[in-house]
T-cell receptor, first 113, second 114 residues
């Protein structure tokens, strides 16, 4: 089936450092969504990107969608302990003929105070 | 109300038991989903309902039986489960099937099969 690859699997950063997670698909995505799941919690929708080359910001978070709509990234500036959790990208491949999200494996972020 | 409510939060059941998981939303969302999440893994889609009709069944074993009594409720009936079915079961909803909308997830039911 369709896959969305996400790296890295784990990231440990010192508080105040930046963090980036990347998603990549071998085929074109219709759009991509990002979710955050805190330890012991459930996924929480962060944002959706639809247009080629789109960039969206939410405070310290910057989301990008590649020009070819095959890759995406989430960048957090100056991480805080509240950023701890697993970040998932989820995308729909064009022409899939169905409406379902394919989740990446997630990047687990640990922030050292 | 911007929440998806799932009950129970925790469930322990034997392999011969029958139980049901419940999910409720009052956001007027017309698409509802069941996901299964194992530890340290991403959510895996099980079922999709759109306008109370089953739209997608991701080859889920028949021991899992979904039901959508109305536009606000989604149930997952469990029967003769196996220990490997132990996982976090997440319900989600969205305004519609088309992916112009983010999913709202419930807090999940943590299921243990003994």
């Amino acid at each position: 089936g369709q896959q969305v690859m996400q790296i890295p699997q784990y990231q440990h950063v010192q508080e105040g450092e930046d963090f980036t997670t990347y998603c990549n698909s071998s085929t074109t995505l219709s759009n991509i969504q990002w979710y955050k799941q805190r330890p012991g919690g459930h996924p929480v929708f962060l944002i959706q990107l639809v247009k080629s080359g789109e960039v969206k910001k939410q405070k310290r978070l910057t989301f990008q969608f590649g020009e070819a709509k095959k890759n995406s990234s989430l960048h957090i500036t100056a991480t805080q302990t509240t950023d701890v959790g697993t970040y998932f990208c989820a995308g729909l491949h064009s022409g899939a003929g169905s409406y379902q999200l394919t989740f990446g494996k997630g990047t687990k972020l640990s922030v050292i105070p | 109300d911007t929440e998806v409510t799932q009950t129970p939060k925790h469930l322990v059941m034997g392999m011969t038991n029958k139980k049901s998981l419940k999910c409720e939303q009052h956001m007027g969302h017309r698409a509802m989903y069941w996901y299964k999440q194992k530890a340290k893994k991403p959510p895996e889609l099980m079922f999709v309902y759109s306008y109370e009709k089953l739209s997608i069944n991701e080859s889920v074993p028949s021991r899992f039986s979904p039901e959508c009594p109305n536009s606000s409720l989604l149930n997952l009936h469990l029967h003769a489960l196996q220990p490997e079915d132990s996982a976090l079961y997440l319900c989600a909803s969205s305004q519609g099937l088309a992916l112009n909308y983010g999913y709202t997830f419930g807090s999940g039911t943590r299921l243990t099969v003994v």
